[in-house]
């Protein structure tokens, strides 16, 4: 993730400590929220995003899981759960991120939510959003969530609802967040770009503000699932969007709004932001590129930071990678999973930078990036060190080093 409001606004925000190495010094968050200081990128343990059930009652057009509104057998019994969750806390995992399908159609879904909390684990959930109703909203308050995240495709009702592949669903989705934002439990937008959902950003970025929305996640397209059907950015359209979502991003923070925008699975964002603050002779372009470099980007992302339980229980690097599993939760403990780097592919996602081949394997910005999405490489070429076709930045930008005086 790269956390726009943070390098380029200058604002700080609950999860800076864990992304950029560094303490919350002008906010004061609940506890629920705030994040450790990880020692090191290197040192972290994994977020785990956890798909509870593959059952959804919509069927979105770019879903990886390629969900339904149907049963489907195999999923992970409430005890079963229970002792994964117990698991993730011994772990010292930052977070669980409690994902679907649709999460809220699980019936014992809040039972498992006030469990991790009994264990002290940052809990979050990602959902569509239509299934929230007052009482749903109230529990997410009472229970603690660190934020809510609802996935909405655009602000033009029409292009959500064909996006959902229900009509109606972008009220029901809006609804949902009014009544958890009425409540002051803080709420996420997550939104996938696509040719289609980026027609309308300075839109999204005026719903956002009169919304209230707290945060937002803008998702860059990953080949997997029913989105292996839809049309990626083109890598000038991938430039705008950026552009875009930075430009909006500034406005919100000018406006006193202290909303944080990230952009999350392309890490080439991460230097796309730091040359145009060169361009820009932005004071802080220095400082960004510290924290850029403290960061890794997809270096100890996936495989490192980041984690994926799928609703069968495999193991897998992300959400998007469940092409391959490393291991069962219900024949060993995630924790041993994660940490067994007899498998070769693990191995490298936990030391890839010498793996890289082509453009990412000689860009000055390696270190910076890590080769962004090992998942979109190996779904795209079917080699995982290949380079992630969703790289926008030319040829001239990612030559010479890091000390080159050509940046800008």
Same mark, same amino acid.
């Given at each position: 993730?790269?956390?726009?409001?943070?390098?380029?606004?200058?604002?700080?925000?609950?999860?800076?400590?864990? =992304?950029?190495?560094?303490?919350?010094?002008?906010?004061?968050?609940?506890?629920?929220?705030?994040?450790? &200081?990880?020692?090191?990128?290197?040192?972290?343990?994994?977020?785990?995003?956890?798909?509870?059930?593959?059952?959804?009652?919509?069927?979105?057009?770019?879903?990886?899981?390629?969900?339904?509104?149907?049963?489907?057998?195999?999923?992970? *019994?409430?005890?079963?759960?229970?002792?994964?969750?117990?698991?993730?806390?011994?772990?010292?995992?930052?977070?669980?991120?409690? *994902?679907?399908?649709?999460?809220?159609?699980?019936?014992?879904?809040?039972?498992?939510?006030?469990?991790?909390?009994?264990?002290?684990?940052?809990?979050?959930?990602?959902?569509?959003?239509?299934?929230?109703?007052?009482?749903?909203?109230?529990?997410?308050?009472?229970?603690?969530?660190?934020?809510?995240?609802?996935?909405?495709?655009?602000?033009?009702?029409?292009?959500?609802?064909?996006?959902?592949?229900?009509?109606?669903?972008?009220?029901?989705?809006?609804?949902?967040?009014?009544?958890? &934002?009425?409540?002051?439990?803080?709420?996420?937008?997550?939104?996938?770009?696509?040719?289609?959902?980026?027609?309308?950003?300075?839109? &999204?970025?005026?719903?956002?503000?009169?919304?209230?929305?707290?945060? &937002?996640?803008?998702?860059?397209?990953?080949?997997?699932?029913?989105?292996?059907? /839809?049309?990626?950015?083109?890598?000038?359209?991938?430039?705008?969007?950026?552009?875009?979502?930075?430009?909006?991003?500034?406005?919100?923070?000018?406006?006193?709004?202290?909303?944080?925008?990230?952009?999350?699975?392309?890490?080439?964002?991460?230097?796309?932001?730091?040359? =145009?603050? /060169?361009?820009?002779?932005?004071? =802080?372009?220095?400082?960004?590129?510290?924290?850029?470099?403290?960061?890794?980007?997809?270096?100890?992302?996936?495989?490192?930071?980041?984690?994926?339980?799928? @609703?069968?229980?495999?193991?897998?690097?992300?959400?998007? *990678?469940?092409?391959?599993?490393?291991?069962?939760?219900?024949?060993?403990? @995630?924790?041993?999973?994660?940490?067994?780097?007899?498998?070769?592919?693990?191995?490298?996602?936990?030391?890839?930078?010498?793996? /890289?081949?082509?453009?990412?394997?000689?860009?000055?910005?390696?270190?910076?990036?890590?080769?962004?999405?090992?998942?979109?490489?190996?779904?795209?070429?079917?080699?995982?060190?290949?380079?992630?076709?969703?790289?926008?930045?030319?040829?001239?930008?990612?030559?010479?080093?890091?000390?080159?005086? *050509?940046?800008?």
């Amino acid at each position: 993730m790269l956390d726009v409001s943070v390098l380029y606004g200058g604002l700080e925000t609950p999860s800076t400590p864990h =992304r950029y190495g560094r303490a919350i010094t002008q906010i004061d968050p609940p506890a629920h929220q705030r994040m450790a &200081v990880a020692k090191s990128a290197a040192e972290r343990r994994p977020i785990v995003v956890w798909n509870l059930t593959r059952t959804c009652n919509l069927k979105c057009v770019h879903c990886y899981t390629d969900s339904e509104a149907t049963a489907y057998s195999g999923e992970l *019994s409430t005890d079963e759960a229970k002792a994964v969750l117990d698991d993730l806390a011994a772990f010292e995992a930052p977070a669980v991120l409690f *994902s679907g399908g649709e999460p809220l159609v699980r019936k014992d879904f809040f039972d498992l939510a006030a469990y991790a909390r009994g264990l002290g684990l940052h809990v979050v959930i990602s959902t569509n959003g239509t299934l929230i109703d007052e009482a749903t909203a109230k529990r997410f308050k009472e229970l603690q969530f660190a934020y809510v995240g609802i996935s909405l495709d655009s602000a033009t009702p029409a292009v959500h609802d064909e996006f959902r592949g229900v009509a109606g669903a972008f009220e029901r989705t809006r609804i949902g967040m009014q009544r958890c &934002v009425s409540i002051g439990q803080k709420v996420g937008l997550r939104l996938t770009l696509t040719r289609q959902t980026c027609n309308d950003l300075p839109e &999204v970025f005026d719903f956002i503000e009169t919304e209230s929305i707290d945060r &937002v996640c803008f998702y860059h397209l990953c080949p997997a699932g029913r989105g292996e059907n /839809l049309e990626a950015l083109e890598l000038a359209e991938a430039r705008r969007a950026m552009d875009s979502i930075v430009d909006s991003s500034q406005a919100l923070v000018d406006h006193g709004k202290a909303v944080e925008i990230l952009t999350v699975d392309n890490h080439c964002d991460g230097p796309y932001l730091y040359l =145009r603050m /060169l361009r820009e002779g932005h004071p =802080r372009a220095a400082q960004v590129l510290e924290m850029l470099q403290w960061n890794g980007g997809a270096r100890f992302s996936s495989g490192v930071g980041i984690a994926n339980i799928d @609703f069968l229980g495999q193991v897998h690097a992300d959400q998007f *990678s469940m092409f391959r599993s490393f291991g069962n939760v219900r024949d060993r403990r @995630f924790s041993e999973i994660w940490q067994d780097t007899s498998d070769p592919i693990m191995a490298g996602l936990k030391d890839r930078l010498p793996l /890289l081949t082509g453009r990412c394997g000689t860009c000055r910005f390696k270190p910076i990036c890590g080769g962004s999405s090992r998942a979109r490489a190996e779904l795209s070429t079917g080699d995982p060190w290949a380079p992630d076709p969703a790289c926008y930045l030319s040829d001239e930008e990612i030559s010479g080093s890091l000390d080159s005086d *050509s940046d800008g």
